[in-house]
């Protein structure tokens, strides 16, 4: 049973990417941006599903159960964070890439340069190629958490049976495939994370018992901050995650969705959707770390990231079981398909343009990508809420200034310096870095630092070089 309703989800997904094979248009632009005519409902579910993926289902429980209540602030900082960039960014993004006919996330800066764009459109593409890369491997890696919980297959199966089936709608349908999978992967996952709480909660009998069973976890285990921290620490570590929500803006495989919004609609409308499934789903994530840690009090028995699906074919009839582990591949597939199509986009738009109106051979580099992220997550090592976190810190410290530059002046003539650039991008990754090795630091999220560091530099380099 519990394959059956597994096969039965995963080709469900399978179908609707397909399906949009019968309204795509053979062009590059289509395959790239589904022809940037995406009803707000499916840019939101789609935006939401791909920021969420592997990394709430495997890592965000796995980070809960360890650290308790106190994860909430990954919650709050994270949804804030993102909330207030996307307020001040939203629309000038989805109208500067409309007007100038944009394709890419690296076209963005690009389209805003002075001078010949194309060494700092090289360098942004290799950049963006290399992170988000890795970023689909952990994705990937995800996936296999469950697989091998509940199915017993080995790691390599989990990966290579999640690459062919991304490979298959996404080769057919381009981006349109991408947001239509990711429309009904959403719904699948907020469901099953739903179920999930609802069967813990009813095994556990109760509010009361539930907080007897937690607060006996350890004297800090219900603090609402890390017990080793002071104020200071506890400050930090509330700001680190407020950036980290604020890096979306940085993430060139959330960004593209935003960038396929209609014109003719509002981004409110697709706000109300993204942020009340992103609410939700997180909540009920922290909920399901905390009551798998009552229901498998044995914290160095197991590896905690796979305290979902442990949890799932513990408590769950097994048609229930199938459908929380194709929640979380779908949750992986969700992000995986995206970040792949980003860099094919970088590829054939940035990297090799000569490809830029070759539906074969941006199709082509879609293959060629998909399979490097699936070499890399059959040989590393590392866990899935590092993986993510790294990948999503760089491309925030990298980036996020410079997009958010981009959009508060999408209206008017001035223009980005190359200097100004290269400075913002490597001040913020070299930052990144040196505060992740930094133990003064060790409750900020790297990526405040690095993200903080790029916009001060780009700050003064422009008004330098605009002044002189």
């Not at 389209?111 to 890795?134: A, E, S």
């Not at 080769?171 to 907020?190: C, E, F, K, P």
């Not at 993204?274 to 909540?283: G, K, M, N, V």
Request: hydrophobic letters at 50%.
């Amino acid at each position: 049973m519990i394959y059956s309703s597994f096969l039965g989800f995963l080709g469900l997904f399978l179908l609707i990417g397909v399906a949009s094979y019968l309204v795509r248009e053979k062009t590059t632009s289509d395959y790239l941006l589904a022809g940037r005519k995406v009803h707000p409902a499916l840019v939101g579910l789609s935006a939401v599903a791909t920021n969420n993926s592997g990394f709430m289902f495997i890592g965000m429980i796995g980070a809960t159960y360890t650290m308790g209540l106190s994860s909430i602030w990954l919650m709050i900082g994270w949804i804030l964070g993102d909330y207030w960039v996307q307020r001040r960014a939203l629309y000038g993004i989805q109208q500067s890439s409309h007007r100038n006919e944009v394709h890419s996330f690296g076209g963005l800066i690009a389209d805003r340069l002075t001078g010949n764009p194309q060494k700092i459109r090289f360098m942004i593409g290799v950049l963006i190629l290399l992170f988000l890369t890795v970023y689909a491997a952990a994705q990937l890696k995800a996936g296999t958490k469950a697989t091998q919980t509940l199915l017993g297959w080995s790691e390599q199966i989990g990966i290579i049976t999640a690459a062919a089936i991304i490979f298959i709608y996404s080769l057919l349908g381009g981006l349109r495939a991408s947001i239509w999978t990711d429309a009904a992967q959403s719904t699948v996952m907020l469901l099953g994370m739903a179920l999930l709480v609802v069967f813990g909660y009813s095994q556990i009998g109760g509010i009361t018992p539930l907080l007897q069973a937690l607060n006996s976890v350890s004297d800090n285990y219900m603090s609402l901050f890390p017990p080793e921290t002071a104020i200071l620490g506890s400050i930090l570590f509330i700001v680190g995650w407020f950036f980290g929500g604020m890096g979306v803006i940085g993430q060139p495989h959330i960004v593209i969705r935003f960038m396929t919004l209609d014109p003719s609609r509002r981004v409110s409308e697709m706000q109300s959707y993204y942020y009340f499934w992103f609410i939700t789903f997180y909540a009920l994530t922290i909920c399901a770390g905390l009551i798998s840690r009552v229901l498998i009090p044995s914290a160095d028995a197991f590896d905690s990231e796979t305290a979902l699906p442990v949890l799932a074919s513990q408590l769950m009839p097994e048609l229930f079981v199938g459908l929380i582990l194709a929640a979380l591949f779908a949750a992986t597939m969700s992000t995986v398909d995206s970040l792949v199509l980003s860099c094919s986009a970088t590829l054939s738009r940035d990297l090799i343009p000569q490809w830029r109106h070759s539906l074969l051979l941006t199709k082509l580099s879609t293959f060629i990508v998909l399979l490097t992220a699936t070499i890399i997550a059959l040989s590393n090592q590392k866990t899935v809420f590092e993986l993510v976190l790294d990948a999503w810190g760089l491309l925030a410290s990298a980036f996020g200034s410079l997009i958010y530059w981009v959009a508060r002046h999408y209206d008017d003539e001035v223009h980005l310096r190359q200097s100004a650039v290269f400075g913002a991008v490597f001040s913020g990754l070299l930052v990144f870095w040196l505060a992740g090795q930094t133990s003064s630091l060790a409750q900020l999220y790297p990526a405040a630092a690095g993200m903080l560091a790029s916009f001060i530099t780009l700050l003064v380099l422009q008004n330098r070089q605009s002044t002189s």
